[in-house]
């Protein structure tokens, strides 16, 4: 069952823009999590999330939780080549199962 | 540093054959997670374990099946491997209590042929 839909699927952008990847869900979720995968390798957590609201910054990337606990966003500020990659946004449930979201495919462009 | 560690990054296996992907983690995590990840179908959920000994099916266990002797090690294996198990298989790692994060480790592609 896919809980959580990731928008947009793929996004194409150049260097220097700014972007936001959206991650939502009728379900209300425990925590959730922030991926980035590149081709090959295993997604590497970025930010966990737990609190309604909450909003957490790793350098370019800002990361909200929504005030209901069922959406999340991520938002890049002036997007650069090495920001490319897969974004997963994955949910926790209360009985410490995950739900991962489709994905966003982010390609930044020199 | 947390670690999950996958056996193998790639592997190739004939049809019919018996594979097993082993799965460490170094963090003394409770839960103990197996995925696939395919292009358009996003990661699934094969398997989870709780506790040594113990498994519960996800959303497309069949064809699988696993083993955790060991809290640290979580075994997936695949009986008869078939042509529609090529993948990447993904194994996850979380603790049983706090903010839920579940660290992934970097993934066996499979092909089966």
């Known amino acids: 069952t896919q809980l959580l839909e990731q928008s947009p699927q793929f996004l194409s952008i150049q260097e220097g823009e700014n972007l936001t990847v959206y991650c939502n869900s009728s379900?209300?979720?425990?925590?959730l999590q922030w991926y980035r995968q590149e081709p090959g390798e295993g997604p590497v957590l970025l930010v966990t999330?737990?609190?309604?609201?909450e909003v957490k910054k790793l350098k370019r990337l800002t990361f909200q939780f929504g005030d209901a606990r069922k959406d999340s966003s991520l938002h890049i500020t002036a997007a650069q080549p090495g920001d490319t990659g897969l974004y997963l946004c994955?949910?926790?449930?209360?009985?410490?199962?995950?739900?991962f979201g489709t994905g966003t495919s982010l390609t930044v462009i020199p | 540093d947390v670690k999950v560690t996958q056996s193998s990054r790639y592997l190739v296996k004939r049809t019919g054959e018996k594979v097993f992907l082993e799965c460490v983690q170094d963090?003394?995590?409770?839960?103990m997670f197996w995925y696939r990840q395919d292009p358009g179908l996003g990661l699934r959920l094969i398997y989870f374990?709780?506790?040594?000994?113990m498994k519960e099916k996800g959303d497309i266990p069949e064809g699988y099946s696993v083993s955790r002797e060991k809290k640290e090690r979580f075994s997936l294996i695949l009986e008869s491997a078939s042509t529609n198990q090529t993948s990447m298989y993904l194994c996850?790692?979380?603790?049983?209590w706090g903010a839920g994060e579940q660290y992934v480790g970097p993934g066996t592609r499979l092909t089966v042929t």
């Open positions: 379900s209300v979720f425990s925590s």
């Open positions: 963090m003394d995590h409770e839960n």
């Open positions: 374990s709780y506790d040594v000994k």
């Open positions: 999330v737990v609190t309604g609201g």
């Open positions: 994955a949910g926790a449930n209360t009985g410490n199962q995950f739900y």
């Open positions: 996850a790692s979380s603790a049983w």
